[in-house]
């Protein structure tokens, strides 16, 4: 034991930051080595997703309590390009959302897997840690290369998730996912990150900016800027959209986590990212001040999306259609919240990463539970279904009423901010886009919860109850933590406000 | 130690032939090519080392009158080149080999293989336009027949088509030289290059530049003359797809960067009139760009992978010259690690064509359908490669890819990095033309089907290949450290 307390004591916030990247691979290693005991395994990825989560806890508390440069420089490929872990406010926001919901999703994984008989459990599970991997790797990145190269590999590894059943439709979905999104990192993200390293000769993260000392036309800004916001399509910023409602056709469990979890919000955390550290908010603020295409655009595709793909959402009768439809919506939600540029605006759009997360991963699970339980797909079926699944149906409404932003939930307090910005920068259209979008997400929700609720199911087809413990634990764990967020938003409030 | 190197493999050669016995040949090449690897790594380290360039007499005669070999930076990467594929692909020649020739016919083919080897490495190190002449007639003899060794009667009309081209190309060369050694007196590289300054023969000297280079693109078959090396490549063993691709052309193109910048890039002018900057700018830039669309447009209109590879090394050769044209140290220097690297990740993907020959005797995109299970190990390398391809980090091919367009941007050339662009977005439909055909589709006779993994020794070139990919993306101090002087040497016109 005192060897082990030695130990520990030994270990520096940078070498904890490396154990924490360590862990999902080791994590891999022993899935793939218990994969004939599948007992052993399924204990082995829950445990190793509670250390995740409680070594980035830890890291959380030092990186607050004063050590504030943690990095972590390991291959240097050329000058300039190494491959370096960093901490930031920012990046700690992900990285704690992201490795809670990974306990919550990994449990749902397994639950969802075993109920619905899945073939290849293994492969599947050592695919979503090494995601969990990426995504770590995305949100500690200390400059744009790494940043660039894990998000390449979250690409792929997502892919295979994508595609993991090899459904023809899946193939097709597939397709359009991998074509989109590496298309897009490749063919605008990899110029972007030249560019930049071409003008300012660093490809790191700065406060403030790297850009402020280079003297270059707004035009040139315009462009760089269009490359980063269209670079990380997997917003689904419109005309790049598309991946979003295609990739329904892959099982629950991986719409929750391409929604909830890792692609959604890790586009919005880049993107945050870029704009707070790459471009700088003041230099943009300015940017945004000159002709509409220097920059106000994205404030208008953003809103555009916004509403559109609201509307889109309400022809749905399939529920995880209507529901990716929503996703795109928020998420283009969240990059509206950002462009309005203001302090309280980054503010709620980093607050909102966690927040949206939470939120949709409650919904999505409690899709995949509907699923499970009876089979159904379609809102058309879902009359009174609310008294078979008490859990999973209040959970579903919680997860609606935070993207309808209605308190007691943890989306209030993003709009909350996101209006206190636009009021501040006096920008009456988004305050007219998110009235509208709250009324149409109320259309989009309130018809299925009521139905749910208080109307008789038609006929009686099946007599099913709630579904497997293992799932309905999980949703109701992340539709408390929904409520939660909204009395306690301290951990991430704090950290959100640290960024400015 | 030096002339070691090529001396070598034209002894062991003839013993190929002399002892005729298939297996044992096999064991000549696999020695000679890994003895030859070391020596050459031994050179490298030494020039990394020194910084210098190490200059041999043959036989003691100095210049003017007797042939010089002379080792750059430059010229030791090539050698590590040349010497490393040749000697990675042996085992992958073992089996590969035995599939695609009559075994009587071994002894001969590794004899040949040998040849083109050693002149090669010959052409590489000299430093005599004329020694450098024969050395290229001499490795593209012997790779004519080794191309017209292939399984299908087209490989001979292949094998012939390149011939007559080839040569028309060598001729080019010789009157070119001709012309020079009229106008200058000398046949070493240095000697002419330091003489054309004060010489009062404009004329023939821009004359002799004219036909050099146009020898030169002959043989380096690019873009109006590309349909005999596409042929070649698809009809040739694979063996010898492989390793002409990564090596032969790569030569050429050695051959032409010193033709430009050490021959003419003195601070000669023609006819003082035009820089040699502005003549390579505005003829090679633009026919760089064409070549690298049609290459890639080429490699994703075919149905036959090992075709598509052809046009793959073609849009490459797109890619090297664009790096060439901008006559920059940044972009000579790209367009080096570009020659190391595309050579990885291209000569693995031939070998997994060539075991998908071996197993299922054709290499279409049918051909390619189900073997994601059926060739595990080996699908994965060719995965590995093909990201390299499309240049996704850590793989070599961001390397080379992130400096080429360093380099382009340094100049605001946004034409040239649209261009790129849009070959990185054709080089993904490629790619994925041959994941989806091997992971999505069922094998033709799944039923029947059991894994039927490539042979170990073809599994053991390719996964040499992929790792050092793999290890490409990461490690670059000798690739990049190395170019980066031996761009520094062309640029400055050869001198120190």
Redesign the interface.
């Given at each position: 034991m005192t060897i082990l307390n030695h130990f520990i004591s030994e270990i520096t916030a940078d070498i904890l930051l490396i154990i924490i990247l360590l862990i999902p691979l080791v994590g891999i290693m022993l899935v793939y080595a218990f994969q004939k005991y599948v007992v052993i395994r399924d204990i082995v990825a829950i445990i190793v997703a509670i250390c995740t989560f409680l070594t980035i806890f830890q890291l959380f508390f030092w990186f607050i309590g004063g050590h504030l440069h943690i990095a972590v420089s390991l291959i240097m490929v050329i000058e300039n390009l190494a491959i370096i872990f960093q901490v930031t406010s920012l990046g700690m926001i992900l990285a704690l959302t992201v490795s809670f919901l990974w306990v919550i999703i990994i449990i749902y994984a397994i639950g969802y897997m075993r109920s619905n008989q899945e073939k290849n459990q293994t492969c599947f599970l050592i695919m979503l840690t090494l995601s969990l991997f990426f995504v770590l790797c995305i949100a500690f990145a200390g400059n744009l290369f790494t940043l660039f190269f894990a998000y390449e590999l979250l690409i792929f590894t997502t892919y295979i998730l994508v595609v993991y059943f090899r459904t023809e439709e899946q193939k097709k979905a597939g397709r359009t996912y991998l074509g989109i999104l590496l298309g897009t990192s490749i063919s605008f993200l990899l110029p972007a990150i030249i560019i930049t390293y071409n003008l300012t000769e660093t490809i790191s993260f700065a406060e403030g900016g790297v850009f402020k000392n280079v003297p270059i036309s707004p035009s040139y800004v315009a462009t760089v800027l269009t490359l980063f916001v269209y670079g990380f399509s997997s917003v689904g910023f419109m005309p790049f959209h598309r991946w979003i409602p295609s990739v329904v056709v892959a099982p629950t469990i991986v719409n929750i986590f391409l929604y909830a979890v890792v692609i959604v919000p890790v586009g919005i955390f880049c993107i945050t990212k870029i704009a707070v550290y790459v471009l700088g908010i003041d230099y943009l603020i300015e940017q945004f001040t000159g002709a509409w295409w220097h920059g106000s655009w994205i404030v208008y595709v953003a809103g555009a999306t916004v509403i559109l793909a609201a509307i889109i959402a309400l022809k749905q009768d399939n529920l995880k259609k209507r529901l990716a439809y929503v996703t795109l919506s928020h998420a283009s939600y969240g990059m509206m919240t950002l462009f309005i540029l203001s302090k309280d605006s980054i503010i709620a759009a980093s607050f909102y990463i966690a927040a949206y997360s939470f939120a949709t991963l409650t919904l999505f699970c409690a899709v995949g539970a509907i699923y499970t339980a009876s089979g159904k797909e379609y809102i058309s079926q879902l009359k009174g279904i609310g008294k078979r699944m008490p859990w999973t149906m209040t959970a579903f409404a919680i997860g609606a009423f935070s993207m309808i932003a209605i308190p007691p939930t943890a989306g209030f307090i993003t709009k909350w901010y996101m209006l206190a910005g636009a009021l501040d920068r006096e920008l009456w259209y988004v305050i007219l886009i998110v009235l509208m979008s709250t009324m149409l997400n109320v259309v989009v929700f309130l018809p299925i919860i009521y139905s749910a609720f208080f109307e008789q199911e038609d006929v009686i087809i099946n007599d099913h109850q709630e579904a497997p413990y293992m799932i309905v634990y999980p949703l109701s764990i992340a539709a408390t933590f929904t409520i939660w967020l909204f009395f306690m938003p301290d951990i991430f409030m704090l950290l959100s406000r640290s960024i400015m | 130690m030096i002339p070691l190197l090529v001396v070598i493999p034209l002894l062991f050669s003839p013993l190929c032939v002399v002892i005729y016995h298939a297996r044992t040949a096999w064991c000549i090449a696999l020695l000679t090519t890994w003895i030859s690897f070391v020596i050459a790594i031994l050179i490298v380290i030494e020039i990394s080392q020194t910084n210098q360039v190490i200059i041999y007499h043959m036989g003691g005669w100095l210049p003017s009158y007797g042939i010089e070999y002379k080792v750059s930076h430059f010229s030791a990467l090539l050698m590590v080149l040349i010497t490393g594929v040749g000697a990675i692909l042996m085992p992958f020649a073992y089996s590969s080999v035995k599939h695609d020739i009559p075994t009587r016919k071994h002894a001969f083919f590794y004899t040949a293989f040998l040849l083109c080897f050693a002149a090669l490495l010959g052409v590489v190190m000299s430093n005599d336009l004329f020694n450098m002449y024969v050395f290229l007639e001499m490795a593209s003899l012997a790779a004519y027949a080794l191309i017209a060794m292939g399984k299908t009667p087209k490989a001979l009309t292949a094998a012939f088509g390149s011939l007559i081209i080839g040569s028309i190309g060598t001729v080019f060369y010789l009157i070119g030289l001709g012309f020079l050694y009229a106008a200058t007196g000398a046949i070493n590289l240095t000697d002419i290059s330091q003489r054309m300054i004060t010489s009062l023969y404009d004329i023939p000297i821009m004359t002799g530049f004219i036909f050099l280079v146009m020898g030169v693109f002959l043989k380096l078959a690019s873009f109006p003359f590309h349909s005999w090396l596409c042929k070649s490549y698809t009809y040739a063993p694979t063996l010898i797809s492989a390793f002409l691709s990564a090596t032969f052309v790569k030569v050429i193109l050695y051959v032409l960067m010193r033709v430009f910048f050490e021959l003419y890039g003195n601070g000669y002018e023609f006819l003082s009139l035009f820089s040699l900057e502005n003549i390579i700018r505005t003829v090679l830039y633009p026919l760089a760009m064409v070549i690298i669309i049609v290459g890639s447009y080429m490699a994703i209109s075919v149905q036959d992978i090992k075709n598509s590879l052809a046009y793959l090394c073609l849009a490459h050769m797109g890619y090297i010259l664009l790096g060439i044209s901008l006559v920059s140290l940044s972009g000579i220097t790209a367009s080096i690690v570009q020659i190391l690297y595309y050579s990885l990740a291209t000569t693995g993907l031939f070998i997994v064509c060539g075991a998908i020959l071996m197993r299922f005797n054709g290499s279409s995109l049918m051909h390619f359908r189900g073997i994601g299970q059926l060739m595990p190990l080996t699908m994965v390398a060719c995965i590995i490669c093909c990201l390299s391809i499309?240049?996704?980090?850590?793989t070599a091919g961001f390397?080379s890819?992130?400096?080429l367009?360093?380099a382009v941007?340094?100049l605001g050339k946004w034409d040239a990095?649209i261009v790129i662009?849009l070959g990185?977005?054709m080089s993904?439909i490629y790619v994925?033309r041959i994941i989806?055909a091997a992971?999505?589709y069922e094998h033709p006779n799944a039923i029947t089907a059991v894994r039927m993994e490539a042979p170990l020794p073809v599994l053991l070139s390719l996964w040499l290949f992929a790792l050092l990919v793999i290890l490409g993306?990461?490690?670059?101090e000798y690739s990049?450290g190395i170019a980066t002087h031996a761009a520094d040497f062309l640029i400055g016109g050869g001198n120190e």
């Open positions: - | 499309i240049g996704v980090p850590a390397i890819k992130w400096l367009f360093q941007l340094e990095v662009l990185s977005f993904i994925w989806e992971y999505f993306g990461f490690h670059t990049y």
